[in-house]
């Protein structure tokens, strides 16, 4: 019992750490690689070498401790009821998102506007559900994903692109993320794009009929474009943010070769919210 409760206060010290580490962050790259990029940013789960790659970029998390106890038990019980709370909310007046959605809505809530709300697991995130029948909509989406949390706040939307047959560069999908690009800069501002080439050995002739090998960078578009994606073997995404609202663009080809888009986006002020709130606990 006693080493269950020293595992316990262990992890309290490392979520009190991490916290601390996340808020001494000053520069927006920093703020995005621990708040805003998920891994459906960055690369397709169902793509093993894309996910092994994916790892090294997003900053390592704590191993999962798993610990058996009645109040561990209570909290889970909480989280699978929480959709049903009335939660004390952080927004206290209508505040526009995406789809015609707004931030900080309950589940009842968003429910009660007409839209069809399927539970679906996510790694990293509480209370998920695919959503149909949205007030708002763009073909260009085959599903949007809604995030509650614990608090039972809309605060997480995510939109995954129609799959795409693209060319060898991905001509198709990057004709697409650009003009998202343009559009999202000019609603959210502050866009920042990351790109992690694929980088290749290239044989360089030199004067005296030698060659020699040097490492060379591959251009976004580039003639393997497509199968660098899906390999884990480059990234492209970009961010957005006008203090509310982050936006994180995304690349992505799954493990049969389609191309699509992401976008996903987070409220900011309800993530700094949640973050004092912990900060108050510890």
Known sequence: MNNKFCIIGLTVILLGI???????QGTAE????????????????????AKDSASQLLNSKPQEIKVESPLLRSHQKRIRQSKNASPNKTLTEKNPAPFGLNWGASYDEVKNEGVVLTSVGQKDYVNNFSATHLPK?????????LTFGIENELWRIIAYGNLLDDTPSAEKVLAIYNQYYKLLEEKYGNAQQFYTPNVINVDKPLSDGKTETVQQEQAIGNPNFLQELQNGQAFLYATFENGQVGAALGVNVDGQGKSYITIEYKNLTIMKAREQQAL???
Request: aromatic share 8%; net charge negative.
């Open 18 to 24: 991490g916290i601390h580490k996340l808020s001494a």
């Open 30 to 49: 920093n703020f995005y690689d621990t708040m805003l990029i998920s891994d459906e940013i960055k690369t397709e789960e169902n793509a093993e070498t």
């Open 280 to 282: 108050d606990v510890l």
């Open 137 to 145: 909509n763009i073909k260009l989406f085959r599903e949007v994903i």
